[in-house]
């Protein structure tokens, strides 16, 4: 094989960000990991089950502190005679070609939440395993994406966008070179499968669309929050409309001065869109293809350009001169992971029931 056919072989592979799941104490699932491998030679397998098993106990013991055998013997009577490389579940992550061994489901999620007790209570924990959140642009998306999974503030996550990642992305887009070309949501669902593969995740590479808007948010139970993060000015009034419709709350980070509006049409059907900023427009679709400097005059008051950081006007005038659309940083950006994510769980545990815009702006609060 030549070296243009591997590049051609690479490119052609599927965009698998799913992963396969076999369970060692089932008779059917053994034989199915003994034929992977055999298929798959260079197949790299993971097993620190032992010391998954050794922080357990240890969160089962939190008043004091096990002995090396008082661990060993917790560990011994928690595996009640199973043998560690049956218990648990073995997860095949295809596109790296790897077999990780982890505890099962549950003991998995109150492992990896358990530095989260008390500022997420048991009862908390087990209220956000059901929530849904769709997350729409998945540039500044990405980031949210992974911070609500990683604080594990929903059980699932359905994530649309209809780009690829390119170089420029990179500076916040937290991804690697070998990535470059990949649909930008499956590289978020393939890094939360490996953060946690027990989060369900749906995408939608083709971006959220008139089309399929209703589906993203309802198809397999109602979203619980729409986070809105995508450069499309149509796109953002419709997915509001729609989520208006269904009393779906939406939640969106501007990234400068560290803007965050909330908008809870859960609570009020009849709050109006961006409180009231998006303009009267009859044709969507009128919006669809403008390039970015017709957008600034609709996105202005929609993004509060009277309010933005000096920096950023100036950035707006220069696109189409020096830059070639606005910019953003990987600081903000991460800011906005933090706002976000902290948002949707006081939202989701009905700690928080206001809409509005809101700023955590670093100019202002550490001079």
């Not at 591997?6 to 008779?27: C, L, N, W």
């Not at 699932?29 to 260079?42: A, G, K, S, Y």
């Not at 009231?276 to 044709?283: K, M, Q, S, Y």
Request: aromatic share 6%; charged share 25%; glycine share 6%.
């Amino acid at each position: 094989m030549t070296f243009k056919d591997r590049i051609q072989e690479t490119k052609s592979a599927p965009d698998v960000f799913t992963p396969v799941f076999y369970h060692p104490g089932r008779s059917s699932d053994q034989e199915e990991l003994q034929q992977l491998l055999q298929e798959i030679p260079h197949l790299r397998i993971y097993d620190e089950l032992e010391s998954q098993l050794r922080e357990l106990v240890k969160c089962q013991h939190p008043s004091r502190k096990l002995s090396e055998a008082e661990s060993a013997a917790a560990i011994a009577a928690h595996l009640n005679g199973v043998p560690p490389e049956q218990y648990g579940v073995w997860v095949y992550y295809p596109w790296g070609a790897k077999l990780v061994h982890l505890l099962g489901k549950e003991e998995f999620i109150y492992l990896r939440t358990s530095r989260n007790m008390h500022k997420i209570t048991a009862e908390e924990r087990t209220v956000l395993l059901e929530k849904k959140i769709g997350v729409i642009g998945l540039s500044v998306g990405q980031t949210i994406a992974l911070t609500l999974a990683m604080e594990r503030v929903c059980g699932e996550l359905r994530l649309a966008d209809f780009d690829d990642v390119e170089l420029t992305n990179m500076n916040r887009l937290r991804t690697t070179v070998d990535n470059l070309g990949m649909p930008k949501v499956i590289v978020a669902a393939r890094e939360i499968a490996e953060m946690d593969p027990f989060i369900t995740v749906k995408v939608f590479t083709d971006g959220a669309t008139e089309e399929n808007l209703d589906s993203f948010l309802t198809d397999g139970g109602k979203l619980d929050i729409l986070v809105e993060e995508c450069d499309g000015i149509d796109v953002k009034i419709l997915s509001r409309q729609k989520a208006r419709k269904h009393r779906i709350p939406v939640v969106m980070d501007t990234n400068d001065r560290g803007m965050l509006d909330i908008e809870r049409f859960d609570l009020d059907p009849e709050y109006p869109l961006l409180h009231g900023l998006i303009p009267p427009i009859e044709d969507l679709g009128t919006l669809k293809h403008l390039t970015n400097e017709e957008k600034i005059p609709i996105l202005g008051p929609m993004a509060g350009i009277a309010h933005m950081s000096p920096r950023m006007k100036y950035s707006l005038g220069e696109i189409g001169k020096s830059i070639t659309t606005w910019p953003q940083l990987a600081s903000s950006v991460m800011l906005g992971g933090a706002l976000v994510t902290d948002t949707c769980r006081r939202i989701l545990l009905d700690q928080l029931r206001s809409s509005g815009r809101y700023y955590v702006d670093f100019d202002q609060l550490i001079q």
